[in-house]
């Protein structure tokens, strides 16, 4: 009864929206969704039926909040928070698999309701987010699942053991690919390595190693187990069962009649009753049969003797595999069933799917009024998808048999790919291994299916002899990729019928996984940071051939923001045979006049017209910022008035806490590539500091403002306070509307001290700002910027003699050579060459000791130019004018 009181409170205090209330002892579920496999345990005890309708309409509307209110991205993948406690939502293989499981279970519960087609319901939910678990989140190059962040695609590797749940999925991977990622577990299931790419977390967690699961007994002493005992590692369950299961009076297991105290003992005691359950509850594998009876029965498909035989063969087929499974346990609670007649049973159904079939091509089986109890919900093509899972059962059986009629005389048949990643093109080989190894044996024939295929792979009138100890009989079978495949993994299914000498027929059924690899990878990077400079960033393309044929590479750029290639949208590169891999530099070009904020962009590669992926990102171009810092706090700090918010002069001096202050610029290394700001070396802890700029906009505007960060902090736009944030604030109130005066705008940032501080502010978007309406240049902007700015740097190279490096570049196709002639080389032309680094691309790196330089560019040793890249310029005192370089 303990089981059900808990169930029950907890759906009492169920919100409307469907939220789970769980706090305390119950709190674990939120992270375990097995509310429906709890919920059959406890039916299991006395039957009672208006419990589980309670429990029915509780679960459905918490899966139904789940699916609508955390998939934001609407893959069938919920977003739950990180176990980790690091407070981003991940999309969780622990969580997705076993919400999989549990809404198996809620069907299950169905049947018991007799409300069969609401079964079908969560089945098919089931299936969604098994097949998108398979298909999104695993890792071929570390054989194992991932989590993954849905913002950033990050994939993360801390659910631990948790992460060999799709194993245990029927329609998953194949066994070659379950089999060594299993084997991986129990070889070293604390192994830590080096990077994501041969199996570590990337953050310094192991994919088995020690995870923040909170009821280790669930994984320890019932999901393991189970997941090997469905691969076929038989002995390797028993004996992890063993090492794991609770030892009698370890829990309250035996006192069920008593109400465990505390939470740990609570988790334990219901773990351990799914632990007793030996697996039943674990995605039942022959639920597509129960449930395709009900239906076939309940719609009339199947009348009278039809589906009294169809109920019939399941029984027999459900206690056939149970015995298979528990042979002590079944003998004492089933009648035995021997080969035989399991096999009469499959057969049954097999007569009974192609009743259902032929009778559905007549008429629709679904009313008008099935459809509006489920609306949007597509009843016949879940019905026919259920369908292929009945066969899939049913094949699944058919092995189990075949396996059991060659225990006698130790009949073995062995598969193997050779190759289990390949790409479009290759050819895939399967070997065979026939073998016995107790008593002798004759084969007349052997036949591979694969899909609509047929393979002879050996036929003889006289049969060969298979003897003990001697040689297997070994067949190949070989098949090229279909060129539908896209990139990723594709369970291939098999079947292989072996005729006896005796006439007699045996068939078995398995499934292979293998990854399609993409005729080529590419990387992109970017070898300067996503920082937008005024001209734009660099940008580094790797490609590695996979494929042995010649590849046409295509790449696509768009961006809404305005951003360009400077080589055009589009490129086309050509990779012979032999070539292997080739890299290329791409230079993103900014607007120009070019704003400060966000600036997205796309970018798409094509291989051979396949598509090969899509990079999706953001270019950051900062504002010009002067800092101040750090002031002394008193009371409530963003209450308090300081200096700069009554009016900002540049050439003022202020007391802070340990000395004067005033202001500064802004160092770049403050300035991240996300466009955050970095104020940890810069303000005190327990201070108060500020940033300034300056925009001009041509008219009076509204625009929007976006301020966060991971302390508080307030907005002053022209001196007034328009919107404060701190690291608790929703995305709603950490932003506002604004507005613009025409003309120069002061714009403040207030920033209280902090571990770390970091702030992000953006103002407007490519709608409301636009480039030729906003300005951000101090230089033209701010009267005296130009002196505060020699001041700055003089003050700066009187305290250090230290030399820093500054990086010049120059872009011009037709150059033959250019040289940096200025200041800090006398004028030399030879002294300081620019190097060539790609098409066009000239570039040098000086050692200077900080200061101000004037300089210009020397094309051809004979054409002198400015850097067009350079925002400063001065007289040179011939009518002409120089570049301008501060080195800081």
């Not at 059959?40 to 899966?63: C, G, K, M, P, T």
């Not at 066994?175 to 990337?202: C, H, K, V, W, Y």
């Not at 002493?221 to 004996?239: F, Q, T, Y």
């Not at 509850?281 to 009900?294: A, D, N, V």
Request: net charge negative.
């Amino acid at each position: 009864m303990f089981i059900k009181d808990r169930l029950r409170a907890i759906f009492r205090t169920q919100l409307a929206s469907g939220v789970l209330s769980v706090s305390g002892a119950d709190a674990w579920l939120e992270d375990y969704p097995i509310l429906a496999t709890l919920s059959l345990e406890a039916y299991r005890s006395d039957r009672d039926e208006a419990f589980l309708q309670h429990a029915y309409s509780s679960i459905a509307r918490y899966f139904n909040y789940l699916f609508i209110e955390q998939d934001a991205d609407g893959d069938f993948l919920i977003e739950s928070p990180d176990w980790n406690g690091a407070g981003r939502s991940q999309e969780r293989v622990a969580f997705n698999a076993l919400l999989a499981m549990d809404m198996e279970n809620l069907s299950r519960i169905c049947l018991q309701l007799k409300v069969p087609l609401r079964g079908l319901l969560w089945h098919e939910g089931a299936r969604m987010i098994r097949e998108r678990l398979t298909t999104a989140c695993y890792d071929a190059d570390a054989n194992i699942f991932f989590s993954l962040e849905p913002l950033t695609n990050e994939k993360r590797w801390r659910d631990g053991p948790f992460l060999l749940l799709p194993t245990l999925f029927p329609d998953g991977i194949g066994e070659n690919f379950a089999s060594s990622m299993l084997r991986q577990f129990l070889t070293n299931p604390n192994t830590t390595r080096a990077n994501p790419t041969d199996g570590s977390g990337g953050d310094g967690s192991a994919p088995f190693g020690e995870s923040n699961i909170k009821t280790k007994h669930l994984l320890e002493s019932c999901l393991v187990p189970e997941i090997l005992e469905r691969n076929g590692l038989v002995s390797e369950a028993a004996n992890f069962r063993k090492k794991s299961m609770p030892q009698p009076g370890s829990t309250p297991l035996e006192q069920s009649s008593t109400r465990p105290s505390g939470a740990a003992v609570y988790e334990d005691y219901l773990t351990c009753r799914l632990a007793q359950s030996n697996g039943e509850h674990l995605f039942p594998p022959l639920l597509p049969l129960e449930l395709f009876s009900r239906i076939a029965i309940a719609k009339y498909i199947l009348r009278g003797e039809e589906g009294t035989s169809l109920m019939q063969s399941i029984n027999e087929i459900l206690h056939y595999v149970c015995m298979s499974r528990s042979p002590a346990e079944s003998a004492s609670n089933y009648r035995t069933i021997d080969d035989k007649t399991a096999l009469a049973a499959v057969r049954q159904v097999y007569q009974s799917i192609s009743i259902v079939k032929e009778r559905r091509k007549r008429g629709a089986i679904f009313t008008p009024r099935d459809r509006t109890d489920i609306p949007g919900f597509d009843l016949d093509g879940a019905f026919t998808r259920l369908i292929q899972d009945v066969i899939s059962a049913l094949h699944r059986v058919e092995s189990t048999i075949f396996h059991s009629q060659g225990n006698e005389k130790g009949f073995r048949l062995s598969s193997h790919l050779l190759k289990e990643r390949t790409v479009i093109g290759e050819t895939i080989t399967l070997r065979l291994n026939i073998s016995v190894n107790r008593a002798p044996e004759a084969i007349r024939s052997v036949l591979l299916s694969r899909e609509a295929l047929v393979d002879t792979l050996f036929h003889s009138n006289l049969p060969a002899e298979l003897r003990p100890g001697g040689e297997p009989i070994t067949l190949f079978h070989r098949f090229s990729v279909p060129s539908d495949w896209m990139p990723g993994i594709h369970t291939v299914p098999f079947s292989v019928t072996v005729r006896l000498g005796t006439g007699e027929r045996r068939r078995l059924y398995f499934r292979k996984s293998i990854y399609l690899d993409p005729p080529v990878a590419f990387q992109v990077t970017f070898p300067e940071g996503r920082t937008l400079k005024d001209w734009g960033v660099p940008l580094d393309v790797q490609i590695n051939k996979k494929a042995p044929y010649p590849v046409v590479i295509q790449t696509g750029w768009y961006s809404p923001s305005g951003l360009k290639l400077k080589e055009g949208k589009s490129q086309e590169i050509y990779m012979p045979e032999l070539q292997n891999s080739v890299s290329t530099k791409l230079h993103v070009l900014a607007p120009s006049p070019i704003r400060p904020g966000a600036f997205p962009f796309v970018f798409k590669i094509f291989a051979n017209g396949l598509d090969l992926g899509t990079i999706s990102s953001t270019l950051f171009k900062h504002y010009q910022w002067i800092f101040v810092g750090s002031f002394a706090t008193e009371g409530d700090p963003l209450l308090q008035v300081y200096p700069p918010e009554r009016g900002v002069n540049l050439f003022a001096v202020f007391d802070g806490i340990d000395s004067r202050i005033f202001w500064r610029m802004l160092p770049p290394e403050a300035l991240s590539d996300n466009g955050e700001i970095n104020l940890g070396d810069l303000l005190a802890p327990n201070g108060v500091g500020f940033l300034y700029t300056v925009i001009k906009s041509t008219r009076p505007m509204s625009c929007s403002a976006f301020l966060s960060g991971n302390v508080p902090s307030g907005l002053l736009i022209n001196g007034r306070l328009v919107l404060g944030s701190n690291p608790n604030s929703s995305p709603g109130q950490s932003q506002c509307t604004i507005q613009l005066k025409e003309g120069l705008n002061d714009v403040l940032v207030k920033v209280v001290g902090g571990e770390g501080a970091r702030i992000f502010l953006n103002l407007g978007d490519e709608e409301s700002l636009t480039s030729d309406e906003f300005n951000n240049n101090l230089w033209e902007l701010v009267d005296g910027f130009k002196d505060f700015y020699e001041k700055r740097i003089r003050q700066f190279a009187e305290s250090s003699s230290t030399q820093k490096l500054a990086t010049l570049r120059f872009f011009d196709q037709e150059a033959n050579s250019v040289s940096v002639i200025g200041t800090f080389n006398g004028w030399s032309a030879e002294s300081s060459q620019l190097k060539e680094i790609s098409n066009g691309v000239w570039e040098i790196s000086l050692h200077l000791p900080p200061g101000k330089y004037a300089y210009r560019f020397l094309v051809n040793n004979r054409t002198q130019v400015l850097d067009p890249r350079c925002p400063v310029q001065e007289p040179d005192g011939f009518g002409g004018m120089n570049s301008v370089l501060y080195v800081e």
